[in-house]
């Protein structure tokens, strides 16, 4: 399930989970159900000029990305957290819509993998 077409690499997700396919699943599903609520603490930190909220909630949603190697959306999720960590929250919104769309790419692949 790697290649062309995938943003997920889910021999290196498998790998980290050790070959637990059920914990893999379980993952997924965590992962579905709280990366909206990251998604929008980042969409309020931008708003309230809140660079610790913007900070924290990237660095979370990034090391959620790592496990399923998703490196377009760690790198998007980075850059926001420096943004966050810095104060200089210019350019926010553009990383964060840039992020929303990667991130409904992601979960339509999240979400056919728990059909599996």
């Given at each position: 399930m790697n290649g062309p077409g995938y943003l997920i690499d889910w021999n290196a997700a498998?790998?980290?989970?050790?070959?637990?396919?059920?914990l893999l699943k379980e993952l997924v599903a965590v992962f579905l159900e709280e990366s909206p609520i990251l998604i929008e603490q980042i969409q309020e930190g931008l708003e309230a000029s809140n660079g610790p909220l913007v900070r924290r909630a990237s660095h979370t949603l990034k090391g959620s990305l790592r496990i399923f190697e998703a490196s377009a959306g760690v790198d998007l999720a980075f850059q926001l957290e420096k943004l966050g960590q810095q104060g200089e929250l210019a350019g926010g919104d553009?990383?964060?819509?840039?992020?929303?769309a990667y991130m409904a790419?992601?979960?339509?692949e999240l979400n056919e993998h728990l059909k599996t």
């Open positions: 498998l790998d980290a989970t050790g070959e637990d396919t059920e553009k990383l964060l819509a840039d992020l929303k790419r992601v979960t339509a």
